[in-house]
């Protein structure tokens, strides 16, 4: 059967019988899927042969890029060897064990404990839970209320997309649950209005003090937040903004609880995005990075505060069939090795990731760009209909999907949300392959220049 024809087939099937997340179903019947077949490096090809460069490293996952064998002989020889064990009953296997030891010990000594889920989500769930079960094995069962963000973004379970701030997904479903909060986010350039960043930064952290106030010190148990808000927009806050977080969280003694699902292992040049703003978290949720996506793996870090009184409290009766999985765990280990051998966090942090920066940064001279911001291999570009007064386009998410669209249709992945276009690539992409990104951004953001937008 010719590609075409194959290709042809294999959507008609995808239509007829697969649900897509976060997807329109007619829409999506109606436009046919992109069926992706192959990657290697940052560049991933459909089933047709045609190349894409994909700025989003899959969804902000595939830190090490596609396409390296190591990982796949590595889970193989696993495989043959066992591949499933589960970690309930007081058993375990070697590659969960020494995830274990190896993911601990990134974080230098603050959280020595990792609890194994297969998601970003089910660890949402799990710290969720466990900081009940802490409060109430310290005696304060009251301590069960959890302060999250508008616009932040913590998984698709029940508990997940009630802690995150998205509007869209808490229409569907009645939600928040009971016991969740939403104060504002950080996002100086829509919020920020006169004040400087400095200055907004603490102005939004000071939210989280009030919210306490309302709700009482003694029925509150956690604040959660991501250190670079990603799926909101790649929102990245003003730099008093976590110092003064962790702060109130201290003094007012709540556990504070930082997603790292997007930000860790290196995306931001170091292995926590907690470690670039300076701030120690009681718990942190990882995912994605920690097997780049090539297997799924996720989980809860834990600090020696916690877990010590986790560990008075008896039975703890939360746990899923695939906590550290043999397999996947190999994989992340694989993938951490990679990721040690390469020296890609410190790539990130000392060469690529402030190439990343000049070269994007060098957008902003265009008229439809408000703003650049990066972080690491994060980059941010905010839209504007005028940037002198930072007014922004009238259907922000026109704009956005006005150049997301046209950078897929040339060949570069990329993702938009609302009127800030979002890059986020694989660790190992090279000075050409940003080059050739910005390139094809400048194209894109040429032609909504075009399109005279209100
Ligand atoms: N937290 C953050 C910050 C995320 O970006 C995501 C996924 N995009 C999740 C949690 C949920 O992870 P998963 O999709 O693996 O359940």
Not at 33 to 50: F, K, Q, Y
Not at 83 to 93: C, E, L, Q
Not at 239 to 249: A, K, L, M, V
Not at 413 to 420: S, V
Request: glycine share 10%; proline share 4%.
């Amino acid at each position: 059967m010719d590609p075409v024809q194959q290709l042809q087939n294999m959507s008609a099937l995808d239509a007829a019988h697969h649900i897509h997340p976060f997807c329109d179903i007619k829409d999506m019947q109606k436009n046919g899927t992109l069926i992706m077949s192959r990657g290697e490096g940052v560049w991933i090809h459909d089933s047709l042969g045609n190349p894409y460069l994909d700025g989003f490293a899959g969804l902000w996952c595939v830190n090490i890029g596609y396409g390296r064998k190591e990982v796949g002989e590595a889970v193989l020889r696993q495989m043959n060897e066992l591949p499933y064990y589960n970690t309930f009953f007081g058993t375990s296997t070697a590659p969960a064990t020494l995830l274990a030891e190896k993911v601990t010990g990134y974080t230098s000594g603050r959280m020595n404990r990792i609890f194994f889920t297969s998601s970003g989500s089910e660890a949402t769930d799990t710290w969720f839970r466990l900081a009940r079960i802490y409060w109430k094995a310290l005696g304060h069962p009251s301590k069960k209320h959890v302060i999250a963000r508008r616009n932040g973004y913590h998984g698709s379970t029940v508990a997940g997309a009630s802690l995150g701030g998205m509007k869209h997904m808490h229409e569907q479903g009645d939600l928040p649950i009971e016991g969740i909060s939403h104060i504002n986010q950080p996002y100086w350039y829509a919020d920020g209005g006169d004040l400087s960043p400095a200055e907004f930064g603490l102005k939004v952290a000071s939210e989280l003090e009030a919210k306490i106030d309302e709700l009482g010190e003694e029925n509150v148990a956690a604040f959660v937040g991501e250190p670079v808000q990603g799926a909101g927009g790649i929102i990245i806050p003003p730099d008093t903004y976590w110092p003064e977080i962790q702060r109130i969280c201290r003094e007012r003694n709540i556990l504070l609880i930082a997603d790292e699902v997007v930000c860790g292992f290196g995306r931001l040049g170091r292995w926590f995005g907690h470690e670039h703003f300076g701030f120690e978290p009681d718990m942190a949720s990882v995912a994605k990075g920690l097997s780049s996506g090539y297997l799924p793996i996720g989980g809860v870090l834990i600090n020696d505060r916690v877990a010590d009184v986790l560990a008075q409290a008896g039975d703890i009766n939360h746990g899923y069939t695939y906590s550290g999985h043999p397999v996947c765990a190999t994989a992340a280990l694989e993938n951490l090795r990679i990721i040690e051998d390469e020296k890609l966090v410190q790539r990130v942090r000392d060469d690529i990731g402030p190439y990343f920066a000049e070269r994007l940064k060098s957008l902003e001279d265009h008229p439809v760009v408000g703003q650049v911001e990066t972080v690491g291999l994060l980059g941010a570009i905010q839209l504007a209909k005028d940037k002198t007064t930072r007014q922004r386009f009238q259907d922000v998410d026109l704009a956005g999907r006005t150049v997301r669209n046209f950078c897929y249709k040339h060949g570069l992945i990329m993702r938009a949300t609302a009127d800030r276009m979002l890059a986020s690539p694989a660790l190992v992409i090279s000075r050409e392959e940003v080059d050739a990104m910005v390139r094809y951004m400048r194209h894109g953001l040429d032609h909504l220049a075009e399109q005279n937008l209100a």
